[in-house]
């Protein structure tokens, strides 16, 4: 066979890449998004990938705005300009970050963008490279859960044992001593004192049931997330049903339960925990509130959030107090009820609660003047997004 070096025409004959054959190229990677921008930051190329990924078909997005793959928060933050300011000054940009389809879902990606230089330096525009890694981003943030879960039910096992150790135990032994007292003395003793231990007996035995219960629901929290439901409720109804059930307790001292929240003001929660966190605040506020007092609750939104504010015109507490209220450390239980009468536990459930539903709490608090609890609970079902933006590479093995 004649060797191909041979023949002069193969030897003349050189293939050079042509513009087509690259844009080819490019609309074959599927599982990149790669468009461009002219000057306006306007999207002026659109590759098959960024259609698969984006969900816009080329003509939907030629000449849209940049910011049309950004979230509102983003955009609002200047996270599109930021990026091609970056580009300009470095010469490219990286950024990870979650970006929106056309259907309105949420995917994090990792993100390149760099400025287009013609041949002769002339600015043409930008390049917008994106990587979809929200699979992966689930995975690391499920691992990062599970971590923190792990610290969490170890910590919340030294929480359970400290609390059976001292706050149920302790009670418990002064019960058993005063009922040993009553049943070798009964005889000897005059019917005021045996009327006075009774009452002794009967209120820590319902203390003692009341912080059993607070700790089964605790429990509740961390291993039974499968009664978990959340919907979209009517806040007033449930301040309603808290204060016809405390009702009572109140009106004993005069103390005054109002609401100023309106009717349509709505929260997305789990009812029973919502009952349970209005329900351990208000009751934690008439126990700290004189005579005559006032206990008031309000409620603004803010963002995609309700924050609700429980006000008393009780003791209020320390600054001490205030720092460690919602800390599992027993040390801070016992300091916390001997200085304001029964908080701990009961808000450590609350806090759970919380958390568990999306939400946050806090206090303010000037002693002698009173106390303002406040939590925050969302408006609609939250999305999916998660996690932090710690910075994922490219994956060179794929």
């Known amino acids: ?169 302790s009670p418990l032994a002064a019960i058993i001593g005063t009922a040993k007292y009553l049943k070798e003395d009964f005889h000897n003793m005059k019917p005021d004192d045996v009327q006075e231990m009774l009452d002794l007996l009967y209120k820590s035995s319902t203390d003692e049931l009341e912080m059993l219960d607070y700790l089964v629901e605790w429990a509740r929290i961390k291993y039974a997330s499968d009664v978990f439901s959340p919907i979209k409720i009517k806040l007033p109804e449930y301040i309603n049903k808290v204060f016809e059930t405390l009702n009572k307790s109140a009106s004993i001292n005069a103390i005054n339960l109002h609401h100023e929240i309106e009717e349509d003001t709505s929260v997305f929660a789990d009812g029973k925990m919502l009952i349970s966190i209005i329900q351990n605040i208000v009751s934690n506020a008439i126990k700290h509130t004189e005579k005559g007092g006032t206990i008031s609750i309000t409620a603004k939104s803010k963002d995609d959030k309700i924050i609700i504010q429980v006000k008393d015109t009780g003791v209020g507490m320390s600054k001490e107090i205030m720092k460690n209220l919602f800390t599992p450390q027993m040390k801070t239980l016992i300091e916390a009820r001997k200085e304001n009468k029964g908080a701990g536990i009961g808000l450590l459930l609350v806090k759970g609660f919380l958390e568990k539903n999306g939400g946050e709490i806090w206090v303010e608090s000037i002693e002698g003047k009173g106390s303002s609890f406040y939590f925050t609970l969302p408006i609609e079902k939250p999305s999916d997004k998660t996690g932090n933006l710690d910075e994922v590479m490219f994956d060179e093995s794929n």
Do not use: C
């Open 1 to 169: 066979m004649k060797n191909l070096q041979d023949n002069p025409k193969i030897l003349k004959t050189k293939y050079v890449p042509t513009a087509e054959f690259y844009s080819q190229i490019i609309d074959s990677l599927q599982d990149y998004s790669i468009f461009t921008l002219d000057n306006e930051f306007k999207i002026n190329s659109w590759n098959s990938g960024s259609s698969t990924i984006f969900g816009y078909g080329t003509d939907e997005v030629i000449g849209e705005p940049f910011d049309i793959i950004f979230t509102e928060e983003d955009i609002k933050s200047g996270i599109p300009e930021r990026e091609i300011e970056k580009a300009l000054k470095e010469g490219r940009a990286t950024d990870n970050r979650w970006h929106i389809a056309k259907d309105r879902s949420l995917f994090y990606a990792y993100g390149l963008v760099f400025p287009l230089i013609g041949s002769e330096g002339e600015m043409l525009g930008y390049v917008k490279i994106l990587r979809d890694l929200t699979e992966r981003k689930k995975s690391e943030d499920a691992i990062k859960k599970y971590v923190r879960d792990l610290e969490d039910l170890n910590n919340h096992k030294e929480s359970v044992l400290a609390i059976l150790s001292h706050d149920l135990r």
